[in-house]
């Protein structure tokens, strides 16, 4: 019997998995995919604090596309007002790292492999059947029905809750995330940038030569956009952006997303725990989906690792884990959702609050610290 079944090998169960072995806790990965898409266009704005727990889990050496962030400059379109949040002030190499999706699932791959941990690909999860020691996973495989029992099981594939009925918040932003490739004439290569609009948030990433574009817009403009050839294309962007960072080139294609915020209420039910995007879908504007969901995966080993250590089984680090993950959740949805609702509209008086905000907070630099270190690091338990 495994001590943990995880569903889903995206980078959150992968880092689950290579977290608990990490732990001596032996752990099985369900994944319905036969393999990661070489051609998914995201990319992740990894913190500072997801490269300590890379390293942990000895994944970080196999990514060799991550490109720094030194420094983010933050600032809104027509309004004044800005700031720049710089690794200097914080006393650290870099605020985070840009990394492609599949280089990530990639790297976690093949510390997998090099770790011995087991994948079972092509695994279509049908029910989990929880008992009083153990919880029971089955799924189909090749036309086959199969099964396998360990004292807990973690989903993190973001897809259908397989658990009982758990009471979530829910709700359509009403937007889609705009990401392509683009060439920035005046944009520092090692730096990032958040320009706030009255239609949302435009985020460039740096990554080696060009930037990656997150370009958050109405749904009902998005296909329109979509349809731009790339010189029209390019004349939106630069009409929304506005000329702070010089001509904007569009390189490659552009593909969308819809944005929605799913919040669980209750992230344990019996020996089921829900982690990363199964726990909370969080609007990519701070870029804290991923790096909460990656603490939820190296605490929830921590957890169940001290539990086996002081002799207790999986169900008692599931209590623990929901302790200690709850701030952390709270803190980094709301404050996603905080900045959502409050940079995506033209409202006058909002938009002065916000010029006041961005001003105070670059003119204290105890106040920006303490936002990049929760930004970073996560709000402690």
Same mark, same amino acid.
């Given at each position: 019997?495994?001590?943990?079944?995880?569903?889903?090998?995206?980078?959150?169960?992968?880092?689950?998995?290579?977290?608990?072995?990490?732990?001596?806790?032996?752990?099985?990965?369900?994944?319905?995919?036969?393999?990661?898409?070489?051609?998914?266009?995201?990319?992740?704005?990894?913190?500072?604090?997801?490269?300590?727990?890379?390293?942990?889990?000895?994944?970080?050496?196999?990514?060799?596309?991550?490109?720094? #962030?030194?420094?983010?400059?933050?600032?809104?379109?027509?309004?004044?007002?800005?700031?720049?949040?710089?690794?200097?002030?914080?006393?650290?190499?870099?605020?985070?790292?840009?990394?492609?999706?599949?280089?990530?699932?990639?790297?976690?791959?093949?510390?997998?492999?090099?770790?011995?941990?087991?994948?079972?690909?092509?695994?279509?999860?049908?029910?989990?059947?929880?008992?009083?020691?153990?919880?029971?996973?089955?799924?189909?495989? $090749?036309?086959?029905?199969?099964?396998? $029992?360990?004292?807990?099981?973690?989903?993190?594939?973001?897809?259908?809750?397989?658990?009982?009925?758990?009471?979530?918040?829910?709700?359509?932003?009403?937007?889609?995330?705009?990401?392509?490739?683009?060439? $920035?004439?005046?944009?520092?290569?090692?730096?990032?940038?958040?320009?706030?609009?009255?239609?949302?948030?435009?985020?460039?990433?740096?990554?080696?030569?060009?930037?990656?574009? #997150?370009?958050?817009?109405?749904?009902?403009?998005?296909? *329109?956009?979509?349809?731009?050839?790339?010189?029209?294309?390019?004349?939106?962007?630069?009409?929304?952006?506005?000329?702070?960072?010089?001509?904007?080139?569009? #390189?490659?294609?552009?593909?969308?997303?819809?944005?929605?915020?799913?919040?669980?209420?209750?992230?344990?039910?019996?020996?089921?725990?829900?982690? *990363?995007?199964?726990?909370?879908?969080?609007?990519?504007?701070?870029?804290?989906?991923?790096? #909460?969901?990656?603490?939820?995966?190296?605490?929830?080993?921590?957890?169940?690792?001290? $539990?086996?250590?002081?002799?207790?089984?999986?169900?008692?680090?599931?209590?623990?884990?929901?302790?200690?993950?709850?701030?952390?959740?709270? *803190?980094?949805?709301?404050?996603?959702?905080?900045?959502?609702?409050?940079?995506?509209?033209?409202?006058?008086?909002?938009?002065?609050?916000?010029?006041? *905000?961005?001003?105070?907070?670059?003119?204290?630099?105890?106040?920006?610290?303490?936002?990049?270190?929760?930004?970073?690091?996560?709000?402690?338990?």
């Amino acid at each position: 019997m495994h001590d943990v079944a995880i569903i889903g090998g995206g980078p959150v169960g992968l880092s689950a998995a290579l977290a608990a072995n990490a732990h001596g806790l032996g752990a099985l990965v369900l994944e319905a995919r036969s393999e990661a898409r070489s051609d998914d266009p995201r990319v992740f704005a990894l913190s500072y604090g997801a490269r300590l727990i890379l390293e942990r889990l000895g994944a970080w050496a196999h990514i060799a596309a991550a490109h720094p #962030i030194r420094a983010v400059h933050v600032s809104q379109r027509g309004r004044f007002g800005h700031t720049a949040l710089t690794a200097e002030e914080l006393g650290v190499e870099a605020l985070g790292y840009v990394v492609p999706y599949a280089d990530l699932v990639q790297a976690l791959r093949r510390r997998m492999l090099e770790a011995g941990v087991q994948t079972v690909s092509e695994a279509r999860v049908v029910s989990i059947e929880s008992q009083p020691s153990f919880v029971a996973v089955h799924y189909e495989r $090749c036309g086959a029905a199969h099964a396998v $029992c360990a004292q807990v099981v973690a989903q993190a594939d973001g897809g259908a809750n397989l658990f009982a009925a758990t009471p979530s918040t829910e709700r359509d932003y009403g937007q889609c995330a705009l990401i392509a490739d683009v060439r $920035c004439q005046r944009a520092a290569p090692d730096w990032a940038y958040e320009r706030f609009t009255g239609r949302g948030p435009i985020a460039l990433l740096p990554l080696n030569a060009r930037h990656a574009l #997150i370009w958050t817009v109405p749904q009902a403009q998005a296909e *329109g956009l979509l349809a731009l050839d790339a010189g029209a294309f390019e004349q939106e962007l630069m009409h929304a952006y506005g000329e702070r960072i010089g001509a904007i080139r569009l #390189i490659g294609g552009r593909a969308s997303f819809n944005l929605v915020l799913r919040y669980a209420h209750r992230v344990t039910s019996d020996r089921h725990v829900l982690i *990363g995007n199964a726990a909370q879908t969080l609007h990519p504007v701070a870029g804290q989906g991923f790096n #909460i969901g990656l603490r939820d995966a190296f605490e929830l080993a921590q957890a169940l690792a001290e $539990c086996s250590r002081q002799g207790q089984d999986g169900l008692a680090g599931l209590h623990r884990y929901r302790s200690s993950r709850r701030l952390d959740r709270v *803190g980094g949805t709301l404050f996603t959702d905080f900045l959502v609702r409050a940079f995506s509209n033209d409202d006058p008086l909002l938009a002065f609050g916000r010029s006041l *905000g961005l001003f105070f907070l670059d003119t204290s630099g105890a106040t920006k610290r303490f936002l990049m270190r929760r930004m970073i690091f996560g709000n402690p338990a």
